[in-house]
Antibody, heavy 121, light 107 residues
């Protein structure tokens, strides 16, 4: 069974750096065609893709947030970590860890339950 | 970059067919995907590669493309299909775009 679980702080202060960890099971990020993305969703809004790391350690970022994001993977721990610097109240959202697979032609085929992050002083 | 435009809402009665369009100013010649999001839950993939259904998704869900408009069709809508539906695509540089979402109301 494939699962993804996000973990990290529920509350961060403005200007702080957010670090989120995705711990997954049931697949390997060393398998060709696999990747993991972070996607966030503000209340009542559409999802917003943030970043992706693939099996070959290629990394891609949202152009609008590129300067604030860093994504990395630890295949030995089955984890993907996202850091976002200079947090602002507008970054308040639910953050999802999501798998992409070549089996579904890079669709976001499995989502974690999400972790709610509030940015407030 | 490009945009994907969806109507904010669609309403149908149970048993009817719901069609949810997603139009692009210029589709990036990449596949389109559709997600269903029920209240308080994470999105679920219902269509990939324009018209393919993942395992476990009912046959009443289908996808089609015509020009720069892709359409999610739900035949024989059931009450459990009430949700927000998002289309999504990506350009050649892997930058992902989601549509604004369409709230499907089952009357």
């Amino acid at each position: 069974q494939v699962t993804l679980r996000e973990s990290g702080p529920a509350l961060v202060k403005p200007t702080q750096t957010l670090t989120l960890t995705c711990t997954f099971s049931g697949f390997s990020l060393t398998t060709s065609g696999m990747s993991v993305s972070w996607i966030r969703q503000s209340p009542g809004k559409a999802p917003e893709w943030l970043a992706l790391v693939d099996w070959d350690d290629n990394k891609y970022y949202s152009p609008s947030l590129r300067t604030r994001l860093t994504i990395s993977k630890d295949t030995s721990k089955n984890q993907v970590v996202l850091t976002m610097t200079n947090m602002d109240p507008v970054d308040t959202a639910t953050y999802y860890c999501v798998r992409q697979s070549s089996e579904t032609y890079s669709a976001f085929d499995l989502w974690g339950q999400g972790t709610m992050v509030t940015v407030s002083s | 970059s490009y945009e994907l435009t969806q109507p904010p809402s669609v309403s149908v009665s149970p048993g009817q067919t719901a069609r949810i369009p997603c139009s692009a100013d210029a589709l990036p010649n990449q596949y389109v995907y559709w997600y269903q999001q029920k209240s308080g839950q994470a999105p679920v993939l219902v269509i990939f590669k324009d018209s393919e259904r993942p395992s476990g998704i009912p046959e009443r869900f289908s996808g089609s493309t015509s020009g720069t408009t892709v359409t999610l069709t739900i035949s024989g809508v059931q009450a459990e299909d009430e949700a927000v539906y998002y289309c999504q695509s990506a350009d050649i540089s892997a930058t992902v775009t989601f549509g604004g979402g369409t709230k499907l109301t089952v009357l």
